[in-house]
């Protein structure tokens, strides 16, 4: 089993930059997809980016293409997410996901992952 645990989040203020981390534990990460989530209160769980299976490609959502990029390091079984030019809309708890089977057509639903973080809370102040 892969343990994940989230950390980098805080308070910023509208246009300011967080990295968030996720440490794996228990298994390499290099062959599973790896994902960020996000859910902010009374909303659904929103896919904001990540890579496929091995890491062969990386995805986004529309709303943070440009300004969030996710990257990986297999040695260290670590998973970033690097958020830059940061909105209140990007208020939120945000999770790191992992699974070794999911494919392509499935990597923004959030029931295919099957290993998910506790959740770090990123609030952007206007």
């Known amino acids: 089993q892969v343990q994940l645990v989230e950390s980098g989040g805080g308070l910023v203020q509208a246009g300011g930059s967080l990295r968030l981390s996720c440490a794996a534990s228990g298994r390499s990460i290099s062959p599973y997809a790896m994902a960020w989530f996000r859910q902010s209160p009374g909303k659904e769980r929103e896919y904001v980016g990540g890579?496929?299976?091995?890491?062969?490609?990386?995805y986004y959502a529309d709303s943070v293409k440009g300004r969030f990029t996710v990257s990986r390091d297999n040695a260290k079984n670590s998973f970033f997410l690097q958020m830059n030019s940061l909105t209140p809309e990007d208020t939120a708890v945000y999770y790191c996901?992992?699974?070794?089977?999911?494919?392509?057509?499935?990597?923004?639903?959030?029931?295919?992952?099957?290993?998910w973080g506790q959740g770090t809370q990123v609030t952007v102040s206007s």
């Open positions: 996901a992992a699974d070794r089977s999911i494919i392509t057509s499935s990597l923004r639903l959030p029931a295919q992952y099957d290993h």
């Open positions: 890579f496929s299976r091995s890491g062969g490609y990386t």
